[in-house]
């Protein structure tokens, strides 16, 4: 590999549930001059994919039991909110005043179950949850391409995850299609002969942190990169971003 | 910001102590036939860094400790290697099977203090630790660049960094020169209108990631990658990698 170049696409609407998200690529491709190339990966911000599949939840209706209010009170978070994080969670991390961590249902452990307030219209009683399996409309969307555009692109699900012992959030891999999203290195041998200790490398990690650093934050809006010049070995079919998530057993800070 | 370009710079020799980096990376940049122009931004592997300044250590002159012994007896390491790991740390966090995670001198979290016995000449005996002062060191080669060139560039240092719950090493900033590796977002508002929650996005983090990406793994030795496209506003006067540390009474997890 010698080069990658991160492109985001100008001038994506702002996503409506229901709305194809083919399609919106395919105008916003068409708009920026962009013609999609096999071994192309697209990056998604996870809310378009949210938005465009209606996660929305309207705070009014939930209803908090007795385990919201009881953490709420811990992390001064609405109640109905924790509620939404605990459905979304299959277990509590962490939970202190302004922080509530948990083990999302999709594996990964992230603050507030990635449940979104930002840039959604409407924010004081809605809330947007992840997609329900960003892996599948990862593949949904690759195919889709496919059929339209006869290319083979992987298709990343991003969001912005903190970290612990480190400042700022920064883009990692949720949801991925037709690449490996973990590249395994074990038994291979440095330029010395020697045989790897570090064994796994976070290939789609990197290269959705690279991407959401384009997207930029807040305001901006621009919620879709074209990641051009990825090497054809990180290709695949189909894997899931659940590869990158640590097994319990190997688990130290829980 | 529309595109982001990372090429890496093929060609870079094995670094040998006392090598000028500024003087390899002009041979390789003319070599490569690229110019650099203001706000590239330098993306280096720490092992370059910290080979030019001969951060080798022999093990055979090291002289475990008590407290060197008994970790390494939990955690099956070398004793020799467990003493470095400790000199170059202010606090052992998880030591099981296998794992040595701890606070290094520098302020991150990390295996190992990062000392790496991969792709270093005669490894059985020399392990090489960071640089001592990753942040120093990049402000030296942006001045070098500038004065050799007469271009206002951003030098980042990087490691690969294994992380808590998630699976794979995933490049990460240890040094800083001209970037702000923090981008501070308190009190902006989003889209629509609503205050920002997410505040402080890990920049340089980000772009670190997307450069490991590029610089590829083992055998494949490119340790310096060009960045174009980041945008104007991201540049500063030199800051600290430490940005990125979060504060110890945030740790939630040690």
Known sequence: MRSLTFTALQGIPEIEPGMALDGVLAEA???????LLDRDVLVLCQKIVSKAENRYVDLRTVEPG???LELAAKCYKDP??????????????????DVLIVRHR??????NAA?????????EHRALLLPLDPDASAERLRRSLHERFGVNVAVLVSDSFGRPWRLGVCGTC??????KPLLDMRGKHDRFGRTLKVTQIAAA?????GATFVMGEADEGRPVVVVSGVPEPYFSEPESARALIRPGEQDLFT
């Open 66 to 68: 007795e385990r919201a």
């Open 80 to 97: 109905r909110f924790v509620e939404l994080v605990l459905r979304e969670s299959t277990s509590v991390i962490r939970c202190v005043k």
């Open 115 to 123: 449940i979104d307030q930002s840039n959604i219209p409407g924010a």
């Open 205 to 209: 990690d990197e290269i959705v942190a």
């Open 29 to 35: 491709l068409a708009r920026n001059e962009i013609k």
């Open 174 to 179: 949720i949801g991925c299609a037709g690449l």
């Open 106 to 111: 999709l594996g990964f452990v992230v603050a």
